[in-house]
């Protein structure tokens, strides 16, 4: 999709990772792995783990707080509150509301959760978007909270490596100044559902004493195959906006992916015709924190200062569903 004008802008972002470290040399011990096979195959160092105790609400919040601060605005003015994940603190209701009675957005503020897995920062930002342009909402909050620890089986060495916990924020208003979304582009293909899924705990599997046995409510994942999807995928729409919104490859200040595996950021962002200097990698420090991912990197980038004023920043991202989608912004 093509904004010829920016009509919304991200006003700020915030961030939150749990202290907690869990490194590569430690995973060798609970699973027939090394160090190094993990660092050359995913680019992963180390990644943050969240208490027990502390589940997506909290971390949401916490990112949620942080990004109001910065934009200096009051919880009670935000319009809409959207958040992504695909590890809830319960079924029902949805932590949306949860985080919205957390940080004390009650008033005018409608709440809803949005799941595209891995991708869900992006297409909550798009919907953000809409609303802001179509007048309904001034001020957007969307939250991205995963404890993907949550989900993991400890025993299967091919998935239990790859993620952490965390959880990022941005707050989305109307562009003053031609900053904001230039061109975004999101796909889904649910032919590939049985890629990335767990298969019991919903309405169609329930869980019972068989399925626990089985581990079935812990995450399965065909990692090769979504790795070659992966690519394809997120490099065709990181093209795709690019062209929507009249830029090169050259025109990108920084590449901000999904943080999933550096051979996927390397591929995608060879592409895109960007050189690895211009691409925003923390992926060694967190893991995979699934839809948290863009906006805990967004942050960073702009903290350390690699994203301001009219920098042009593209994103990519792909996960379960298949999901996938890239946005052009001018910040
Ligand atoms: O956000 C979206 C979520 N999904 C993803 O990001 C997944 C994308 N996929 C990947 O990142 C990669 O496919 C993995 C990192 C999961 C696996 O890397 P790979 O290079 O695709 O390895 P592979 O699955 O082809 O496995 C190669 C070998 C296998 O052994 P054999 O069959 O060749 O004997 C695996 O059993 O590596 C083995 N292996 C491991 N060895 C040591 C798998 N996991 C491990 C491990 N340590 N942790």
Known sequence: MTAAQPTARIAA????????????????????????????RTGIVERRIAPAEMGVTEMGARAA??????AEIDARDI??????????????????????????????SAAFD????CTGFLYALTMAEGHVAGGRADTVLVVAAEKMTSIIDWDDRSTCILFGDGAGAAIVQRSENGEGILASHHRSDGNFADLLERPAGGAA???????????????????????????????????QVLRDAGLKGEDVDLLVPHQANIRIIESTARYSRIPMEKVFVNLNRYGNMSSAS????????????????GSVVLTAAFGAGLTWGAMALRW
């Open 294 to 309: 863009i906006p805990v990197a967004l942050d960073e980038a702009v903290e350390q200062g690699l994203v301001g004023p």
């Open 65 to 70: 707080q942080r990004a109001l601060a910065k």
């Open 205 to 239: 599997n329930p869980l019972d004493a068989e399925a626990l046995r089985a581990k079935d409510h812990l995450m399965k994942m065909s990692g090769r195959e979504i790795f070659k999807l992966a690519v394809r995928r997120m490099a065709g729409a990181g093209r």
């Open 79 to 108: 319009d809409l509150l959207i958040v992504t994940t695909a590890t809830p603190d319960r079924w029902l209701p949805s932590t949306s509301c949860e985080i919205q009675a957390r940080i004390g957005a009650i008033g005018k």
């Open 114 to 117: 949005l799941h595209a897995a």
């Open 13 to 40: 972002t915030g961030r939150f990772l749990p202290d907690r470290v869990l490194t590569n040399k430690e995973l060798e011990q609970m699973v027939d792995t090394t160090e190094e096979w993990i660092l050359e």
